[in-house]
């Protein structure tokens, strides 16, 4: 190893220091959730705010736990977000392949019809979405749910990014060996871009696992609801109990951390590089 | 070019849409009701009630039911549906009404449904015919499920603003609790000089203005717009910029609700919901108080702001609208409505449970309910079946919020209020 | 050469089926209530076919200033968020210790509960106790009312968008910046290539269309803003009348609190022709380069 220099080392700091005061401004609000979850009723509301929790009243939990019934809650969620994810990985896959290496007559128009569709707000959809669900004689089913859901734009447009990154010639060379173009999409596609494509399932995981008003507008019964619908639970029209909110909200996120945590262990695992070497 | 193909592609789209929907006006026929009264020919039927009740207000609603679930005579269900905050309800409520799949009842506030009251069943029958005591029911609440020409639902979960104060702060300063405006007057001076603090705040200022202009003997709106474009509209808006350019009174800012502000002894008092006493604490380190409760003050006359919902039936199908109106009878009976308040925090619908002796035991030791009690002959409703009162009611909040920054003068406020909420009317 | 066929049809068809379905169709009714006056969601009814809704969408002054309230954030917002998160992105695939750490650390927030992030930001930003007036008194500066002054309304919007969107930007960063082969590296290094230009003449270029993916949905998104006015101003479009109003904030009041479906449908038209003006001239730049490079050829 040779000798570093001077500047080097002070580009090091410089990284540190920036790296670590981003990362507690970022976690601010995680921690600032964990220590309100634990604070008295008075102490919530007392101005100005204190950080550390004068007595823990891990009771908040317990109190929180007990207003809805979130075993079953949990278990809508963890399924509703499983198969959402799977299904719509696996339809922004074949439809980036689509995208980024075949060609088809009106591909531009149906990609910019695709753009189109992300430029309206999704609040404007939400009624006719209901109506249609509610014709489909779908209110009250885990379908309701998901089905709407396994199509998205934001997806395959990203899939379609990294797709188009992987050489023409790669695709050219598994055509002349007679590879079929499942066959090449996932043996050589889908591996090649699997950073990619954890990144969007973990995306389109926490965007299910915190959805809200859809689920809220397409169920009826208690069983059907998810985790979310939980946090509502501790609101009313004079005021908010926000402890017990942030307890529910902790309740809420563990999971997603450690789905997190599998994900990019897997992702890392993958890898022979880990950077530019300084 | 690709856009230019796109646009084209939309357009077309359009043009076909706007023929195949244009001719599916869909018909507005009124939901009717069957004919009130023989509850004898009920059948067994299980109905579905969307609420947005929480906590122990949804636990006492829960107990409510089973006790009707299990000693109605007919076999009657209701089937309880949470469906989250008020807010969360309203968007259902909206939704199902646009798919025609109502609920059979739900809790609502009369704004909820001024697009869709077509589909509200009018009780007019039920009550003429099975509900004796009618007139028991207090008279603002009767008034307001009257508002459409129809009655349109019965009171459920009925609140109304009050004043929160820091008794100990006003004892030490020598101060009651403010009758009159001039009282309120007096206290915001007193407390302005002795502890630079405000006196007074207001969780709703809409309600506010419409309050302080029934106690002077004004009215605020209707479906023709402003109603207070008057000499004594003016000395309103004075006296209410009167208040906050003194500085006697102040915008709640950034801050959720003044509760917070009372906690923390920010403030002499506030004026909010008798259901948020909850989130008043006295008892946070060092500053420790008394809470007082006092009815809100009055001018030439007295004019309390009530809130909170409705129950309304949806139901088309004449057994279970039956069902529906024995349900609606059990809640609001003298019995429901005392257990209810004394359970939640909300107040009794009835005269007759305000003069029990449960109710007089209850508020001998609940100085909330007691304020309550005291201000509940005077108690009004906004009115709100007209287009427009929803966003009358937000643009006459964020309007005065901006006039009492601006510390602009009276005139000059009550031209702005009034010309806001007839634009909104346009 | 590729030859065209209709197999990409058959790679599409579930995207396009449920597009059509939940996206298409109603996009194309919305479109359709913004040309009707006084319509009704409830039974479909309507005054007549017009351009009432337009009329009055523009005649009202809330909306001119949700329009500039939007355009003015997606102008600061996008650009910061992107390249904050570059750099970001960047230090934490470079060879520092405690790398799976500090990746977990920036992925939190994006967890966080939205009822959370939004106190704690009214928190930090709070003027009279708030975490950013503290630090900022110890330069000599404030205290600022960023919450609570008109004036700063839309500053602080801008400060919790960029800080909220990071994480996001991060994430798909890392993952195009993991996926840029070594062997692309290994050249500079033997070359020693100082690493600033490393970065611009073989980060970046390999990045490109990630970029470019951040930007166009970064644009897309904060033309669509909405949660973050809701959460940082709670439930309110600023402190005193609507200052931080933004277009979506001012659809779904429209819809869901005035009933006015109509208007709403006529903002949301207007919107998407925002939206989709910008993301063209965004693109312009490098469909000007490709003509020239055609032309030279």
Known sequence: MKSRKPMAIAADIVKYVVLIAGALFTLLPFVWMVLSSLKSANEIVQIPPTMIPREFMFSNYAEAWAEAPFPRYFLNTVFIATVTTVGVLLTSILSAFAFSKLDFPGKKIIFSLFMATLMIPGEMLLITNFITITKLKWIDTYKAMIVPWLANVFYTYLLTQFFSNVPDALYLAAKVDKCSDLKFLFKIMVPMNKNAITTVAILSFIGSWNSFLWPLLVTNSTNMRVLSHGLVRFQSEAGTKYQLVMAASCILVVPIIIVYLFLRKYILEGMSYTGVKG | MKMKKLMALTMAAVMGASLLTACGSGDAGTTTAAAGGDASEIQPVTITFWHGMNNKQEQSLTELTNKFNSENEYGITVELVNQGSYSDLQTKLMANAAADTLPDMAQAYNNYFTDYVDKVVALDDFVKNDYPDWDDILESYRTENSEYGKITGVPFNKSTYLFFYNKTMFDELGLTAPKTWEDLKHIGEVIKEKKDLAAIGYDSMCDMLEAALRQHGEQYVDETGALFNTAGGLETVQFIMDLYNNGYARLVGEDNYFSDSLSNGMIGGYVGSSTGVSYISTDIPGKEFELGVAPVVGDVKNAAYNAGTNLVMFSKDANKQKAVWEYMKFITSKESTLKWAMDTGYLPIRTSAYESDEWKNFMAQDITAQAAYEQSPYGFVSKASFTGSNEIRSVVSTTLNELITDKADAQTALDTLVAAINDVLE | ?297
């Not at chain 3, 750099?87 to 009822?115: C, D, E, R, W």
Request: hydrophobic share 50%; charged share 15%; proline share 4%.
């Open chain 3, 1 to 297: 050469m590729k030859r065209k066929s209709f197999k990409g049809y058959a790679y599409l068809a579930p995207v396009l089926v449920i597009m059509l379905v939940f996206t298409a169709y109603p996009l194309v009714k919305a479109i359709f209530m913004s040309f009707c006056e006084n319509y009704s969601i409830i039974n479909g009814s309507h005054k007549g076919i017009n351009l009432e809704n337009y009329k009055d969408l523009f005649e009202d002054k809330l909306f001119i200033r949700a329009l500039g309230n939007t355009t003015l954030y997606v102008a600061f917002v996008v650009p910061l968020s992107v390249v904050i998160s570059l750099v970001i992105a960047n230090l934490l695939n470079s060879n520092i210790k405690f790398q799976g750490l500090f990746q977990t650390l920036y992925f939190l927030p994006y967890v966080t509960s939205v009822i959370a992030i939004g106190v704690v930001w009214r928190w930090i930003m709070n003027s009279n106790y708030g975490l950013l007036n503290y630090i900022l008194g110890f330069f000599g500066i404030g205290p600022i009312g960023w919450l609570s002054d008109p004036k700063y309304s839309m500053t602080s919007l801008i400060i919790f968008a960029v800080w909220k969107s990071l994480a996001f930007n991060i994430m798909i960063f890392l993952a195009a910046l993991q996926g840029i082969s070594p062997d692309l590296y290994a050249a500079a290094r033997v070359d020693s290539t100082p690493r600033l230009r490393v970065f611009f003449k073989i980060t970046v270029p390999a990045m490109m269309p990630i970029i470019a993916y951040a930007f166009i949905m970064g644009i897309i998104s904060a033309f669509k803003v909405y949660n973050e006015v809701f959460s940082l101003f709670n439930s309110k479009a600023g402190p005193v009348n609507n200052e931080a109003i933004t277009i979506v904030y001012y659809i779904y009041d429209q819809f869901y609190n005035n009933y006015k479906y109509g208007i709403a449908a006529a903002g949301s038209v207007v919107l998407f022709l925002l939206i989709m003006l910008f993301t063209m001239i965004q693109r312009l730049p490098g469909r000007i380069k490709a003509k020239k490079e055609a032309a030279q050829k």
